[in-house]
């Protein structure tokens, strides 16, 4: 018997379930010869993350992946989401890469295959080597190249055997969040950073797929987020705000990958700052089928109009309840956008929900984790993606964020979103209620 109100059985046949991780949150980047990321040196500047922390230790995972794929095959799982550190596989960037940060990988792949765990790749989840931000990092057209260098070196090595790959993770981030916003490295506020970087992604993402398929590797994705944006009133400056909102961090990625274009509504905030020829690498580059799409969703937001707020907008006080993460939890948003997306974007592109979870102060007691709000918000968005498979759309998989608790980026490690609870100074991993619950719903 299972917590969760679902089963496997619900699910389409051979419909993946699986969790995800990301590298910098896990592994530890201080072993195997890695070199600096902007994620080191964002952190190592007082005032950008919760307590200074880094991602140098982690969970440790680069010495414990055979334990944390144990529990991943224990649980029922069926795939895995992880992904290759740049500044490990190249400490410089560019050049020669670190046998050790491949050879890393390679036993990574061959460790779930041999649990009959199908790797799912994320090339790029954030740790920009810090040589390439000296240069401008994601503001500088050069990037784009190099890392589809880097998605060469990557795949020559694990291509052969990684179920599917993603080119990066969560684009809006790289570009908006980390330029415009100013919360994550390289922590900049700056028009014309965000404007290039809001462009650069997607040349990357093009010039990877491009360079990928030229090798003649298959099923080609990317990871895009999307969150849910509502005005907060009928009032017309409202309306506006959450359509500028939903065009920034909704629309922008998903349509130059599907028409080629950008949303007029944020090319009225960035347009004076684009790259030149920003239309042609849309054109000739970025426009171009994918193989399968990898949605992350976690929550909504409501927006005013409100000329202090960064690109005239503001979002209001969450009105329903919360993560830890101060999160609305609401997945109709996600029903809402696996089936937008297949109705008005993908057709039947395979989707993937590569990310979906939450964060709570969970608690060791007695030897075990009691996490009912968890098991609550995993019910609430499984059933939600059972409803859009049931409008039409075409979801194989769902990969819960995350296997571990770890690095939350700027939030350090105070916010939990694992199903295994990690003891930060034993490296112990106790699986929670909820990674009970799951195995329970799995099961054959
Ligand atoms: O931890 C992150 C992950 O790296 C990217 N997607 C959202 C998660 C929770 O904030």
């Keep these: 018997m299972s917590d969760l109100s679902f089963k496997r059985s ?10 995800a991780t990301a590298a910098y949150q896990i592994e530890g980047a201080k072993f195997g010869g890695a070199g600096s990321s902007h994620w080191d040196t964002f952190a190592a500047t007082p005032g950008n993350v919760v307590n200074m922390d880094d991602g140098a230790l982690a969970c440790d995972h680069f ?11 224990a649980g029922g799982f069926d795939a895995y989401r992880f992904s290759t550190s740049w500044a490990r596989v190249q400490p410089e960037g560019k050049g020669a890469p670190n046998p050790e ?7 990574l792949v061959d460790a779930m295959l041999a649990r009959d765990l199908k790797p799912y790749l994320t090339l790029y989840h954030w740790e920009l080597p810090s040589p390439l931000a000296d240069i401008g990092g994601w503001a500088n ?7 589809a260098e880097f998605s060469e070196i990557v795949m020559g090595r694990i291509g052969d055997r990684v179920a599917a790959t993603a080119t990066l993770n969560e684009p809006w981030c790289i570009a908006f969040l ?5 919360e994550h490295a390289p ?34 994705g990317i990871v895009l987020n999307f969150d849910r944006a509502l005005p907060a009133s009928d009032d017309p400056a409202d309306v506006a705000a959450a359509a500028l909102q939903d065009a920034t961090f909704n629309r922008w990625f998903i349509e130059a990958i599907t028409k080629g274009a950008y949303p007029e509504e944020t090319l009225g905030l960035l347009g004076p700052h684009m790259p030149k020829g920003y239309e042609e690498d849309l054109a000739s580059t970025i426009k171009a089928p994918l193989d399968w799409l990898g949605v992350n969703y976690y929550t909504r937001h409501v927006f005013k109009a409100d000329p202090d707020g960064p690109g005239g907008i503001s979002d209001v006080p969450a009105s329903l309840p919360v993560t830890q993460m101060g999160w609305e939890i609401f997945p109709e948003g996600l029903e809402y956008f696996l089936t937008w997306l297949a109705h008005a974007q993908v057709g039947d592109t395979p989707i993937y929900v590569t990310e979906n979870g939450m964060a709570w102060d969970d608690k060791v007691e007695n030897g075990a984790v009691y996490d ?44 939990r979103f694992g199903m295994v609870h990690v003891d930060f100074d034993t490296m112990v991993r106790t699986p929670k209620a909820s990674y009970h619950a799951l195995k329970a719903a799995l099961a054959r």
């Design 10 to 19: 619900d699910f389409p046949e051979g419909f993946l379930f699986g969790a």
């Design 63 to 73: 010495h414990r992946y055979e334990e944390d794929f144990d529990l991943l095959k």
């Design 187 to 220: 922590g900049l506020r700056d028009i014309r950073a965000t404007a290039r970087a809001m462009h650069h992604v997607m040349l990357a993402h093009g010039l990877a797929t491009e360079r990928l398929r030229g090798l003649g590797h298959k099923n080609l």
């Design 372 to 415: 009912p709000e968890r098991i609550g918000y995993i019910d609430g968005h499984y059933q939600a993606a059972l409803r859009a498979i049931e409008a039409g759309a075409n979801v194989k998989g769902f990969f819960y964020w995350s296997l571990l608790d770890n690095y939350e980026w700027a939030k350090g490690y105070e916010k």
């Design 178 to 182: 980390s330029h415009f916003l100013g």
């Design 101 to 107: 940060g491949l050879d890393f990988y390679d036993r």
């Design 141 to 147: 057209r050069e990037i784009p190249e190099r890392f």
